[in-house]
């Protein structure tokens, strides 16, 4: 799969670091974005983002992981990030935006997991010509320890009304416009935060809490739980 990258995005992992071996309690030695594992709480799980065009994700009309070789996703300079977040806890990832200029007609995002289960989020649209979308939130879903779907949850875009560095897109996501984004001469930093958080039961029969954690996300922000980050970008709203 990887052959069909034609460029990495650079990624930092706020809370939780990739690791190149599992860390102690850790009962999960798969690695792989396009692996199958079955977790328990607090194990590692890796999956992968992919960006490209929308068209891209789709074969005969049917969205495919990106996993799925019949993709043609390295011929439109798709990029791919992939973390490994630990099962249940409340995670902040975030993802460079500069190289999103390479692929043209609109980036899109999938979130995807597996193989046999194939496990992939709808495309939600990150950046057009006009506009980018900096931030996200991310339920992954768990059914005994196998995840069985990525989806998207929205906010609207109380946080940004009346802001003139932002609009709103479709009434549901607040975009910067991309001429205040710093890699375009503007002031904004415009690289992509996703909030994440389970849902379900692990391998253990284990309920999976962080989704109930959502309104206190929203309440305090994880941005200002970790080492103040949420004021850092919370107060770019603030100046526009």
Not at 108 to 122: H, L
Not at 142 to 168: D, E, I, P, R
Not at 175 to 195: E, F, P, R, T, Y
Request: glycine fraction near 6%; charged fraction near 20%.
């Amino acid at each position: 799969m990887m052959t069909m990258v034609k460029q990495m995005v650079a990624v930092v992992v706020v809370v939780i670091v990739a690791a190149v071996v599992a860390e102690a309690g850790d009962t999960n030695g798969v690695f792989s974005p396009c692996s199958d594992a079955k977790v328990k709480r607090f194990d590692g799980f890796t999956f992968g983002l992919a960006f490209s065009q929308k068209d891209s994700f789709f074969f005969n009309k049917t969205q495919l992981s990106p996993c799925d070789r019949r993709l043609s996703l390295g011929s439109t300079n798709s990029q791919l990030a992939v973390f490994r977040p630990k099962v249940d806890e409340i995670s902040l990832l975030t993802v460079n935006s500069t190289n999103f200029n390479s692929i043209s007609n609109g980036v899109y995002m999938v979130a995807f997991a597996g193989r046999k289960y194939a496990a992939r989020s709808t495309p939600v649209l990150v950046a057009d010509s006009q506009h980018t979308i900096t931030s996200f939130t991310m339920v992954l879903e768990f059914k005994k320890g196998t995840l069985q779907s990525f989806y998207w949850k929205k906010f609207g875009c109380s946080k940004c009304s009346k802001k003139s560095a932002f609009v709103c897109l479709n009434g549901q996501d607040c975009a910067v416009k991309s001429s205040n984004c710093k890699h375009q001469g503007g002031s904004i930093d415009c690289n992509i935060s996703i909030q994440l958080i389970f849902s379900g039961i692990d391998k253990k029969l284990t309920p999976l809490n962080s989704w109930y954690e959502l309104k206190n996300l929203r309440q305090y922000s994880l941005y200002g739980l970790y080492s103040n980050i949420r004021d850092a970008i919370m107060d770019q709203y603030n100046d526009f």
